[in-house]
């Protein structure tokens, strides 16, 4: 992705309950909150309905704020596969709002995004929470933490340079790898 010294980033949270999201702007690398909150998908009875929303908001988002750049959480590998799956359509409708309205994205796995907010990659959603409140001198942390977990994305962009799963050079990657994944690697 190009680097602007002026650009808007839009964090989501994919969700089929709750999907979160943020906006921040980045002039001259400075961060400054736009905007953040949730999509509330629960009182739609099928998902189908729930996809054609979140297309819908995410779009409208787009539409509202101009964001020139947007950063995902990537599906994380839980146990329910069907969970897995309905989150896993939620996130590509969100990367197709993108994609209809031209706008580059990328995705950041939870760890990554954690990592970067916290320095952690284990911190909790509460730890994450409290960092962003702190960064962006917001007094009061939102009801959803969805909220703050799609601001975390976007922040993490930021910070990431805007190089996450699908942006990483084919040289290093495995440097990449295994410096992000330390207990895959077998000690003699």
């Keep these: 992705m190009k680097k602007q010294?002026?650009?808007i980033i839009l964090?989501?949270?994919?969700g089929t309950s709750i999907m979160g999201y943020g906006l921040i702007h980045v002039k001259n690398g400075q961060m400054d909150l736009v905007t953040f909150g949730v999509i509330h998908l629960?009182?739609?009875s099928n998902h189908p309905d729930k996809l054609k929303r979140i297309f819908t908001r995410v779009d409208q988002l787009i539409l509202e704020y101009h964001p020139d750049e947007m950063a995902i959480e990537a599906p994380f590998?839980?146990?329910n596969v069907q969970s897995?799956?309905?989150l896993g359509r939620a996130q590509g409708v969100s990367i197709a709002a993108a994609l209809h309205r031209n706008i580059p994205f990328e995705e950041y796995t939870p760890k990554k995004i954690k990592q970067s907010i916290t320095g952690s990659g284990n911190a909790s959603?509460?730890?994450v929470a409290a960092m962003l409140m702190r960064m962006f001198k917001v007094k009061e942390v939102p009801k959803h933490l969805d909220a703050t977990d799609g601001l975390a994305?976007?922040?993490c962009h930021h910070f990431q340079g805007g190089v996450g799963e699908h942006n990483?050079?084919?040289s290093g990657s495995w440097k990449a790898f295994l410096s992000d994944n330390p207990a895959r690697l077998k000690k003699k």
């Design 168 to 170: 990483k050079s084919k």
């Design 5 to 7: 010294t002026d650009k």
């Design 42 to 44: 629960n009182k739609l």
């Design 153 to 155: 994305a976007a922040v």
């Design 77 to 79: 590998f839980g146990k």
């Design 84 to 86: 897995m799956l309905k």
């Design 125 to 127: 959603k509460e730890q």
């Design 11 to 14: 964090g989501i949270d994919p």
